[in-house]
């Protein structure tokens, strides 16, 4: 069974940065893109980042793009969302998600795993 933990979120000010990790377990983590996804509140799931399996390639949604890096530790079993210039419209849960296919690219629809999610809260 894939486990997928969430870790890093908290309350910072606009402006401000968080790293927010991710770790897997129960499969072989560097097989696998991984992803984050972020739900505001009264909002749908939004996609955030994602990373190809090899780390060699990622893609960034929208509201990402510029302020936001994903990067992934195999050794550790971990991937990374780097947040940087947070704005109040950041706030939101930050959801890992994983895919079920091996050896793929970065991804925007996501996967088959989900973690828990971890809450960030910006204020202005």
């Known amino acids: 069974q894939v486990l997928l933990v969430e870790s890093g979120g908290g309350l910072v000010q606009t402006g401000g940065s968080l790293r927010l990790s991710c770790a897997a377990s129960g499969r072989t983590f560097d097989n696998y893109a991984m992803g984050w996804f972020r739900q505001a509140p009264g909002k749908g799931r939004e996609f955030v980042a994602s990373i190809s399996w090899n780390g060699g390639d990622a893609s960034y949604g929208d509201s990402a793009k510029g302020r936001f890096t994903v990067f992934r530790d195999n050794a550790k079993n971990t991937v990374y969302l780097q947040l940087n210039s947070l704005k109040p419209e950041d706030t939101a849960v930050y959801y890992c998600?994983?895919?079920?296919?091996?050896?793929?690219?970065?991804?925007?629809?996501?996967?088959?795993?989900w973690g828990k999610g971890t809450l960030v809260t910006v204020s202005s």
């Open positions: 998600n994983a895919d079920a296919v091996s050896f793929t690219g970065p991804f925007t629809s996501p996967g088959r795993y």
